[in-house]
């Protein structure tokens, strides 16, 4: 990789340095991080721009344009893998199954009613007698 130019301070790589391919022999820096730093955000596309300026929303950094006519049609994603630290999944499952507790009581008490409903609509109003039959 002779002759390639380092972003962050110029230098320029000859064939006699000894640093490694992907490092600036002067600064040391990886030339793909200076790359990855130094690369432009993404303008908003074109079918976006409308008279009204767009709003952008804060937590997806998702352009949203404020006039329906330019909404673009949105596209499938498919999620094939997750990184995630072993022990940040071990908490986001112990707090998913602390979460479910509530859910279940009122699934029980939900299933409680409707079964009180239907059990009540089935004919059990019958009560028996309080006194015993006599021959």
Request: glycine share 6%.
């Amino acid at each position: 990789m002779m002759g390639k130019e380092c972003k962050r301070c110029g230098y320029v790589r000859t064939a006699g340095d000894n640093a490694p391919e992907y490092e600036c022999p002067k600064c040391g820096i990886v030339y793909a991080k200076v790359e990855d730093a130094t690369r432009k955000e993404p303008e908003m596309p074109e079918a976006w721009r409308t008279e009204d300026a767009p709003r952008m929303v804060a937590d997806t950094d998702v352009y949203r344009p404020s006039s329906p006519a330019s909404v673009v049609a949105p596209a499938s994603v498919r999620i094939v893998d997750i990184d995630m630290k072993f022990w940040s999944m071990v908490w986001f499952m112990v707090k998913w199954a602390i979460a479910t507790i509530p859910a279940v009581i009122i699934l029980i008490f939900v299933g409680f009613m409707v079964f009180g409903f239907v059990g009540g609509l089935s004919g059990s109003t019958h009560t028996p007698k309080s006194f015993p039959r006599t021959y």
